[in-house]
């Protein structure tokens, strides 16, 4: 087990927040895609998060979570003030999910629902490290236009050029103001966002939905093998 000090509590969206922790111990080693248990130290609970920063940013000592505001860390979350240098209890990190060791290079095709969106922001900018890799594709769906998380960010890779991106809103009849279009990620979305047949593909969302994602994907004629799926 390792510790953290709460170093930083940004909100995210309504719901959600960002916590930047501090690691002690030297520097903390993960792949992206990857997450940790993590709950404040002393607490009965904790609860897995996906690691939302990339291992560049880990090596100095720096990692970032995004946690429900009602989660583990409970009301601590809703009030900077009353959590900036709590410590944390860290475990990890843990799981497989990520880009495979053998399609390093290959093109990109990221779909998160929800949350979900954490460790593909640590893939994302693990990939804009290592020259010479086509852009990655994001195709981020979310029930309102306040739930996307690191929207900002996102947008910004795109206009650069960094990022091929697709926002999309399922529980939301007006605009969106985010240039996000209305509706579910379909076959007709997927397969416009597609970058290529040898594309690799990781979904990352609530549980019905990376079913639903991983389906539409094979049958649209990806190969099972290149479809990679965290719940």
Known sequence: MRTAVLADVAQATPRTRRLRLAMTGGPFTFRAGQAVFAGLSGADTRAPYSIASPPALATAGTLELLVTADGAFGQAGLDPATVAGATLDIDGPLGAFGVPDDAAAAPL?????????APLRSVIFDRLVTPGHPPATLVYSVRTP???AFVEEFQALAAS???????????????SG????????????????LPGPEAVCLV???????????????????????????R
Do not use: K, M, Y
Not at 109 to 117: N, R
Not at 165 to 172: C, G, K, S
Not at 204 to 229: D, K, M
């Open 204 to 230: 990352c969302g609530p549980s019905g939905f990376v079913q639903t994602v991983a389906a539409t994907l094979t049958e649209l004629g990806v190969p099972a093998g290149r479809i990679v799926v965290e």
């Open 146 to 148: 306040d739930e996307f």
């Open 178 to 193: 985010q240039a996000a279009r209305n509706g579910r990620v379909d076959a007709a979305l997927l397969r416009a966002a």
């Open 161 to 175: 050029g960094r990022l091929r991106l697709h926002l999309t809103v399922t529980r939301d009849d007006g605009p």
């Open 109 to 117: 095709l990221l779909v998160a629902g929800g949350t979900g969106i």
